[in-house]
């Protein structure tokens, strides 16, 4: 299997989740300029559609948790968006805008809405961008429409389906291994552990690759690397990337 431009580095890989959520603002401009500023070349943000089309980056459905507005996205044109401010401080970033800001980062995007995949799908095909995105999601149908329309130079997450086959470790053949080129997935799901030497080992066996999310313990990320994972995905920029940097596998 040819591995994907966006994963096409040295692994492991740190992400800044949300842009470092725990360390600006999330899904801000200024997040996403300390992250770069501190050396992160992947940057994780979502995405959601105004009524009219634009995206944003932006994790809720609705305002009202990080900013100053309330209201559903979906049901608001940019215009009635534009003046939310992110902790009552800074406006709510264009994925574009991030796109054209730093064109050396990647981004692992996460399309949150049904109505966000075909502006997305075309922000990506006009900004010639796809070899520095990976489309990951908890809707196997978001991912598929738009692996489909993209085609394979692509990189995508295995969908939550995938997942579940991946965990039971049963294939009949290789015609059955889920889609996508990275399994993207918490160390815990409802206190049990997922992410384990075994799920690792078999991932790897599959051919894809492992990043965990959302890990800002230093002792998770210590016991994530042993384990063997490509990826870290963090809110706490300045733990992720000491811990990197005392092994010596910072960027």
């Known amino acids: 299997m040819r591995k994907k431009k966006f994963i096409d580095h040295r692994f492991p890989i740190a992400f800044a989740h949300r842009?470092?959520?725990?360390?600006?603002p999330e899904n801000s401009l200024t997040?996403?300029?300390?992250a770069s500023s501190m050396g992160y070349k992947y940057l994780e943000t979502d995405v959601h559609a105004t009524k009219d089309g634009v995206v944003i980056a932006f994790h809720d459905h609705v305002l009202e948790r990080v900013t100053d507005s309330v209201g559903v996205i979906a049901d608001l044109e940019y215009a009635e968006i534009a003046s939310a401010k992110i902790n009552g401080e800074e406006r709510i970033p264009?994925?574009?805008?991030?796109l054209e800001e730093f064109p050396e980062a990647r981004f692992n995007i996460d399309p949150k809405h049904d109505g966000v995949v075909d502006p997305l799908i075309k922000i990506i095909q006009s900004t010639k961008a796809i070899d520095r995105i990976c489309i990951?999601?908890?809707?196997?149908?978001?991912?598929s429409r738009i692996a489909k329309i993209l085609g394979e130079n692509l990189c995508t997450g295995t969908g939550p389906r995938g997942i579940s086959k991946i965990q039971l470790g049963r294939f009949v053949n290789r015609l059955e291994i889920p889609s996508g080129d990275c399994v993207q997935v918490p160390m815990h799901v409802k206190g049990v552990p997922l992410i384990t030497p075994k799920f690792?080992?078999?991932?790897?066996?599959?051919?894809?690759?492992?990043?965990?999310?959302?890990?800002?313990?230093?002792?998770?990320i210590e016991k994530l690397l042993d384990y063997g994972v490509d990826g870290?995905?963090?809110?706490?920029?300045?733990?992720l990337k000491s811990t990197f940097t005392d092994r010596g596998i910072w960027f």
Request: charged letters at 25%; proline letters at 0%.
């Open 19 to 24: 842009g470092g959520a725990l360390d600006a």
């Open 31 to 34: 997040a996403f300029k300390l």
């Open 94 to 98: 264009l994925l574009i805008e991030l």
């Open 136 to 143: 990951g999601s908890f809707s196997d149908t978001r991912i």
């Open 200 to 220: 690792v080992e078999r991932v790897h066996s599959l051919g894809k690759v492992i990043h965990a999310w959302t890990i800002n313990e230093r002792n998770d």
């Open 232 to 239: 870290i995905m963090t809110d706490r920029l300045d733990v």
